[in-house]
């Protein structure tokens, strides 16, 4: 963008016609696939559900809250009614009782939807192999990404969704049922984990849990008492993985 | 610091014995009696004398503590106890002589009816729904007896023996359009199946549908609610769509690996959840805790008091309209994971305490980050304290609403902040220190009025009180072990193993199937984030639990919400369920 400094004087030279013209070409001019641009518009703008289910929904509320702020990631308009909301995270246990309150929610989930099946439990039932518990949300509902852990640490569900933002754009729905085949083109998609396995397996030594290490909360404190220069982190290095 | 357990008050104050022996010469001779590990003495009564003995115990025992079934038909160790298929059992206390009193009545199993309690204790409403959904008990003369817990089409009894207790043994789960418009149909509320009335002389009621999905019921759960324009005429709760059968688990884990189970029960209360489990263990085992492992779990425990009531009070905040309240104290829940991840390894569910003890010791550096955190938590609460609870809007909307006296409480079973909030100065800390509770000093937070308001204020001052009890713990954390060394404490020493073959079957044994505990029956109750809560434990001298009976404090407070709710706006009721600070794992388990 260009911009200039003009003083506020009755008689200051304006821009001219043509240099306002030029600057708005500029700006108003983008060439990209209308598929690619639908994708990367409904990929940042997701709107989740305000849907819990049990422990897991309070390491969801967590990721909404100050210290992980999911709204950076553009999925923070959280909608207390399924017909504002095109993304559902399964956050907790899949109940017998409670399975078809969920099919009717994710019936009302605005098209194209998507869902994240958040923890063990929504996973695959985890360590409640019991009556009352479907073995897995995907027994009724399609899953996009599936977060681990028992609840997973907000982290995860952050990256459960840049995942899912990913997959979004990479493999585009149709605008409607109307408008070309409905469902998605599905292509084999390796999974994060396999993905990491050469690099973990590099480990050949695991820290022994003796000491507190690293621990954000005395440095966080610590900063707070007495103002010092941040040290680099391990990680200060600025790269990617 | 030196902690020495006070005796623990087994039975009434002063002589149990001769008091036990008043109460059967009163009740007559047909009353068996049966003492249990927990020194709790059971009275056997036969069936058709129960109404009138506990019409005539309520008096003394005012407080339905827990009321559940076991099944005992596959039971091998029931010696001298009466003949019987089904077992339910009414745990009473006393208040006034700080005692309790379990009632149990033997029932054949083609005739299992027993006749109700709620003329005499109302919450034993919801209790016997629970009974008899789980064992198939039929309770004479209760107002409804509809399943609770399981969906409405259930069929079986899922605490019975024969019920299955995997999915995985059961048909697969499907999703059909029949299962759907049938559940959809059970969901659908019957005003006359309650008891109500559509309408009045000149009003038509409306019937509001809240739940099992909404913002502000805290998870799933579900009321009914009869409405006269935006007044809230009558309630029903509707619970059981968060019923993880977390006491069937129980007949399936040896007892070391039920553990990860009972923190999964209040999922805002972490380890603390283990410690009545772990308790209950070590009583029936014999196994005597060191004093650092007991100051650990102390310290452990209170930080999840605190990271459980920061929730309460920034959710009962936003329920009531403030936004900002929640960022503030999620912000501080995050500084107080990082220390319980430091030191378990986990953050909501760590699974830490032992049978014996804790998981491991302290690591190093962790005096400092518990220090930091007691140093920099006190202003931050009084902060809030002026931010929310000063807030006039708030205290507008939360003083005189949802109101109960001590008397209802404890008609009620209501426990724990709620019931300190009424000015009933009863803390299981103080009345009966567990664990090295008596080593510590701390007040107990009181207040008058038993509304909203004086819910959340009385949480708030737990706080303060909780990082005392911490600070204490940081200067005074005794040296020595942190698990017992008793053969039973799981799981072993690891360094005990390669020594010879008995050393390795011995750790063999005792790491896949657990240890074995005797036969006997115990319980051991806590003063948990949200009132009392029990674990009830039948060792069959097995390596599982033969029935473990979880009694949760959010289930009977639940039970409360139409009493006390009757006649506000729907908006006073939002403020109701959060001033009760339930989690539906709590109450349905």
């Not at chain 1, 559900?49 to 100050?66: D, H, I």
């Not at chain 1, 990256?159 to 990913?166: H, M």
Request: hydrophobic fraction near 40%; include cysteine; aromatic fraction near 10%.
């Amino acid at each position: 963008m260009e911009w200039r400094l003009v003083k506020a004087e009755a008689d200051a030279p304006m821009a001219s016609a043509d240099e306002v013209y030029q600057e708005q070409v500029a700006k108003g001019f983008l060439t990209a696939k209308l598929d690619d641009l639908v994708a990367w518009g409904r990929a940042h703008s997701l709107w989740p559900f305000n849907f819990g289910l049990s422990c897991c929904y309070v390491e969801m509320a967590t990721a909404l809250t100050s210290r992980h702020d999911m709204s950076r990631f553009g999925a923070e308009v959280i909608r207390a009614t399924p017909r504002q909301a095109d993304l559902i995270v399964i956050a907790g246990t899949v109940f017998r009782k409670m399975a078809p309150v969920v099919q009717h929610l994710y019936d009302q989930l605005l098209e194209p939807k998507w869902v994240i099946s958040m923890g063990s439990c929504a996973n695959s039932g985890g360590m409640f192999d019991i009556y009352s518990v479907v073995q897995g949300v995907d027994k009724f509902l399609p899953v996009d990404v599936y977060v681990p852990g028992c609840p997973p640490r907000p982290e995860a569900l952050m990256q459960g969704l840049t995942l899912l933002q990913e997959a979004i754009k990479a493999r585009p729905r149709p605008y409607s049922w109307m408008v070309g085949e409905d469902g998605e083109v599905s292509k084999y998609q390796p999974s994060p984990r396999d993905d990491r396995t050469p690099v973990r397996m590099r480990v050949t030594e695991l820290e022994e849990p003796s000491h507190v290490g690293d621990a954000p909360l005395s440095k966080e404190l610590l900063r707070q008492k007495s103002p010092s220069p941040a040290t680099p982190g391990r990680d200060g290095t600025g790269k990617r993985r | 610091m030196k902690v020495i357990e006070k005796p623990v008050p087994e039975t009434a104050a002063g002589e149990p014995g001769n008091e036990l022996e008043a109460l059967r010469q009163r009740l007559g001779p047909d009353i068996q009696i049966q003492q249990t590990a927990d020194g709790i003495p059971n009275l056997w009564v036969p069936r058709d004398r129960l109404l009138e003995v506990m019409g005539g115990l309520k008096k003394d025992y005012p407080l339905l503590f827990d009321l559940s079934a076991v099944d005992e038909r596959v039971r091998s160790h029931r010696d001298g106890l009466p003949d019987g298929d089904f077992t339910v059992f009414y745990h009473l206390i006393s208040l006034a002589k700080n005692s309790d009193l379990r009632i149990k009545v033997a029932l054949p199993e083609g005739d299992s009816s027993l006749p109700s309690l709620t003329s005499v204790w109302p919450a034993a409403n919801w209790y016997e729904r629970e009974a008899y959904d789980m064992f198939g008990v039929n309770f004479d003369n209760h107002p409804n007896l509809y399943r609770i817990l399981t969906p409405a089409l259930w069929e079986g009894h899922p605490l019975r023996k024969e019920h299955p207790a995997r999915a995985t043994e059961m048909d697969p789960f499907r999703m059909t359009d029949e299962l759907l418009d049938a559940q959809q149909e059970s969901l659908r509320f019957k005003p006359e199946e309650w008891g109500m009335s559509r309408g009045a002389k000149h009003t038509d009621f409306m019937f509001l549908n809240l739940g099992p999905n909404h913002p502000s019921v805290h998870g799933v759960f579900r009321i009914a609610l009869q409405l006269d324009g935006e007044v809230v005429v009558d309630a029903v709760p509707d619970i059981g769509y968060h019923h993880r059968g977390a006491e069937k688990m129980g007949e399936r884990q040896s007892w070391h690996t039920y553990i990860p189970y009972t923190d999964r029960v209040d999922y805002l209360g972490g380890v603390m959840n283990n410690l009545p489990y772990v308790m209950a263990v070590e009583k029936m085992a014999g196994i005597e805790v060191p004093d650092r492992a007991k100051v650990i779990r102390i310290m452990m425990s209170e930080f999840f008091r605190i990271a459980s009531h920061l929730l309460f009070f920034g959710t009962f905040a936003q329920d009531i309209g403030q936004m900002s309240p929640v960022f503030y104290m999620f912000a501080d829940r995050e500084r107080l994971f990082s220390i319980v991840e430091a030191i378990t390894g986990g953050r909501m569910h760590p699974s830490w305490f032992r049978i014996g003890g804790v998981g491991q010791d302290l690591p190093e550096g962790w005096d400092t980050m518990v220090r930091d955190f007691v140093d920099y938590m006190p202003a931050r609460v009084d902060h809030y304290d002026k931010m929310a609870t000063q807030n006039g809007i708030l205290k507008r909307r939360t003083i005189g609403v949802g109101q109960y006296n001590s008397a209802e409480a404890v008609e009620w079973g209501i426990t724990g902040p709620g019931m300190r909030a009424t000015g009933l100065d009863w803390d299981l800390r103080k009345q009966r220190p567990y664990g090295g509770y008596d080593q510590f000093d701390f007040e107990v937070p009181l207040a008058a009025n038993g509304d909203c308001y004086d819910r959340c204020v009385v949480r708030v001052e737990e706080i303060r009180q909780s990082l005392r009890i911490i600070r204490q713990c940081l200067d005074n954390m005794p040296a020595g072990p942190y698990k017992a060394d008793h053969p039973q404490a799981t799981p072993p020493p690891k360094e005990r193993t390669m020594q010879d073959i008995e050393t390795l079957i011995q750790h063999f044994l005792n790491v896949s199937w657990g240890p074995v505990i005797p036969p006997s029956e115990c319980s051991v109750m806590i003063e948990a984030t949200k009132g009392w809560n029990s674990y009830y434990l039948t060792s069959d001298g097995g390596t599982m639990s033969y029935r473990t009976r979880i009694r949760t404090p959010s289930f009977p407070h639940l039970q409360m919400i139409p009493l006390i709710s009757r006649g506000f706006m729907i908006a006073d009721l939002i403020a109701i369920i959060a001033s009760i600070d339930f989690v539906m794992a709590d109450v349905d388990r």
